[in-house]
């Protein structure tokens, strides 16, 4: 024990000396978090809240055009423009605008839209009920021929697809309720029924979203339940840099040598290594921790909720430390100049957090990346956070990513190891 607290000893003296980059260590993943918070909190905020103009050409002027219209205005997230400089929009200017960069989206009603709607879906119901004898029309009457319409959409090609895809839907939409009311009306009108509905418009199928409870309180995912465990664990796994350096730094100095030649394990090295940079690890997930509690809200975010939850995350934390360790301790035995080990550290670090969903969701990914995605410790560790966070899940269901993530420490630090004796008998 003595040894072993020795070893702990002479890591605190080794940070302790470079006190900045102790200092970064724990402010700049503070810093981190918050920023990245606010910018996307923001930007749901803005999509969620702000309006966004939209330009709307009206070549139709008849039902559709101004139920669209209606419809757009309702949402509450978009704001329709049919003038510019005083004058109705024609296509030209409108396309132009869009492609200039100055408004994310125009459509284009086109002309008799309405009117070519209801010829249409008259001249199919009357067929049909012509069909059943219950038409006056005659069959031998001439069908007349009319063409399909096109609702054109011009976006900035700067637009996002979930944007574009998000306006599809919701014009689709809309044009197939205004079909569907209008072949009713039109049925309605062929049966000779003038006063009152005869077939009911109220949509029969509703979409309700039922989220998890804790505690009968319901738990609704926002940008700071989303973003602490992420970039905590960004923090956590970038002890990997100034880890791997003390290790490096200690064989170059001649320090290494000096311990070896005590008799001194390096398991013993290593462990005392462990414990100290685990402590770190854990000094700033609780900063992290009362950022998300106390700091948040005075920036107008929601407060993080740890009720219930705080040991289970102090948990996942650990060995999400423990990995993150094992992995600096592996690449500072591997490596034999700073120069091989920090930038590799640090490029290593960013590519784990977007393999593993830090940066993109898992789901957004290409398949084969979704398949990747499963070898990186910080989608063990993120996914742990947020079956605690956000599913109200036990230790049994988290018990999986955590057996992983211990596991990956054990081996890494196996190897590097075996790796040192071998080098050393050599």
């Not at 055009?65 to 030209?92: M, R």
């Not at 705080?310 to 120069?339: K, R, S």
């Not at 550290?345 to 398949?371: D, E, N, R």
């Amino acid at each position: 024990m003595h040894k072993l607290w020795m070893s702990i000893y002479k890591e605190m003296i080794l940070l302790k000396r470079d006190f900045g980059g102790l200092v970064i260590l724990f402010v700049m993943p503070l810093v981190l978090i918050i920023t990245i918070t606010l910018i996307q909190d923001g930007a749901f905020k803005t999509v969620s809240d702000a309006k966004i103009p939209v330009l709307l050409v009206d070549q139709d002027n008849g039902n559709i055009s101004k139920t669209i219209i209606e419809n757009l205005n309702k949402s509450g997230s978009l704001e329709v423009i049919t003038t510019s400089e005083g004058k109705a929009l024609t296509e030209n200017k409108a396309k132009d605008l869009v492609f200039a960069g100055k408004y994310q989206l125009a459509i284009v009603v086109p002309a008799k839209l309405s009117t070519d709607l209801e010829a249409k879906v008259n001249q199919n119901v009357e067929k049909i009920m012509s069909s059943f004898g219950m038409s006056e029309e005659t069959s031998t009457q001439k069908v007349q021929n009319i063409a399909s319409k096109e609702i054109k959409l011009y976006f900035d090609p700067a637009t996002q697809v979930s944007f574009k895809n998000g306006i599809k839907n919701a014009i689709d939409k809309m044009v197939a309720t205004i079909e569907n009311k209008t072949i009713y009306a039109s049925f309605q009108e062929q049966m000779g029924e003038t006063e009152g509905e005869l077939f009911e418009q109220k949509s029969f199928i509703n979409y309700k979203e039922i989220v998890p409870k804790i505690d009968d309180k319901e738990v609704i995912p926002n940008s700071v339940q989303h973003n602490v465990p992420a970039w905590t664990l960004f923090a956590i796994f970038f002890i990997i840099v100034p880890l791997s350096i003390n290790i490096v730094k200690e064989k170059s100095q001649g320090t290494f040598i000096r311990l070896i030649t005590n008799p001194v394990s390096y398991s013993t090295v290593v462990l005392g290594k462990t414990i100290t940079y685990l402590l770190i690890c854990l000094i700033q997930f609780w900063l992290m921790m009362l950022v998300g509690l106390f700091v948040f809200p005075y920036l107008g975010l929601p407060q993080l909720d740890i009720n219930g939850r705080f040991l289970l995350m102090n948990l996942v934390a650990i060995c999400a430390g423990l990995a993150a360790i094992g992995l600096g301790i592996l690449l500072g035995t591997i490596a034999t100049t700073q120069e091989q080990s920090a930038p590799f550290g640090a490029t290593s670090v960013v590519i784990l957090a977007a393999v593993g969903g830090v940066w993109v969701p898992v789901f957004a990914m290409p398949k084969i990346m979704q398949y990747i995605s499963h070898i990186s410790p910080m989608n063990w560790g993120l996914n742990a956070f947020y079956d605690v966070l956000l599913r109200n899940a036990n230790v049994t269901t988290i018990l999986p990513n955590l057996f992983l993530l211990v596991l990956f420490f054990v081996l890494t630090i196996t190897i590097a190891i075996t790796y040192d004796k071998k080098k050393r008998a050599v």
